[in-house]
């Protein structure tokens, strides 16, 4: 059996760095696992032919907490304190993540896209944090399943690297 592959573009993967130490900007999943993280030319190219590409305009990628709720209220509130924030490590110590592995080939498809980087947001802006789709087993939880709430990008578009 097959499984479409999902491929977003255009965001920041929390908790994984790229071999050359950039962080990445993309994630690729087809069924319930994650199939690559990278750059979006890097991740482009596990495509089969037959792939779905998602614009996620900028999102930050994370594992999905357990509680969407009360991750947003805990980023929000560490955004707003004007602190350093490590979006990752807060949810882990809170026990919001389901797992704390990094989002890597192998692992389990279960995202959420936030609607900003909450580590690089000035505190004025915490307010306008939030999740603006999740993943589960692989499928987008609201909108199309395949690509949520994101327009979906021609696979012939130049990379953005």
């Known amino acids: 059996m097959t499984h479409e592959y999902v491929i977003a573009l ?11 130490g950039q962080t990445p900007t993309a994630i690729g999943w087809a069924a319930d696992r994650v199939l690559a993280v990278g750059s ?21 990628v994370t594992p999905a907490p357990g509680d969407p709720v009360a991750a947003e209220e805990l980023l929000r509130t560490a955004v707003a304190t004007g602190r350093p924030v490590d979006a990752l490590e807060m949810l882990a110590s809170a026990g ?21 980087d909450p580590d690089a ?10 999740i603006v789709a999740l993943v589960r087993a692989g499928a987008f939880t609201e909108g199309d399943e395949h690509c949520g709430p994101f327009p979906l990008t021609p696979a012939a578009l130049p990379t953005r690297e």
């Open 40 to 60: 979006d030319g890097v991740v482009r190219t596990i495509s089969r032919g037959d792939s779905i590409f998602i614009d996620i305009g900028g999102c930050a």
């Open 10 to 20: 255009g965001g920041t993967v929390k908790g994984v760095g790229c071999d050359d």
């Open 121 to 130: 947001m000035p505190p004025d802006s915490a307010p306008s944090l939030r």
């Open 96 to 116: 919001l993540l389901d797992s704390a592995d990094p989002l890597e080939s192998g692992v389990p498809a279960d995202l959420a896209f936030w609607s900003a």
